[in-house]
């Protein structure tokens, strides 16, 4: 199963056909064989080294609010993991 989320595209190098793309301060590379006519500024899906779907920019926020969200309830999870973990004694 793959989970992509959006990433927002930094840099192109048309010669190389290729793109860097930021996923929350984290760069990656892939390659343009899917998307040619991605410019920067656009936002994209990655997957195995190749950007594979443009998205609007309002489809990108929603899904980047939608990630914020699941990264904030799995960080309550762990925590309230680690609290119990600690109220029993286990380590």
Not at 13 to 35: I, M, P, T, V
Not at 57 to 77: N, Q
């Amino acid at each position: 199963m793959c989970i992509a989320a959006p990433a927002h595209v930094v840099e192109i190098n048309r010669e190389e056909n290729w793109l860097y793309a930021d996923f929350g301060g984290a760069r990656q590379q892939a390659k343009l064989d899917l998307l040619p006519e991605v410019e920067i500024g656009d936002y994209v899906l990655i997957h195995a080294g190749y950007a594979i779907e443009k998205l609007t920019e309002e489809a990108a926020k929603e899904s980047l609010e939608a990630w914020d969200e699941l990264l904030e309830i799995l960080e309550e999870e762990d925590r309230e993991m680690e609290k119990a973990r600690m109220e029993s004694g286990i380590q």
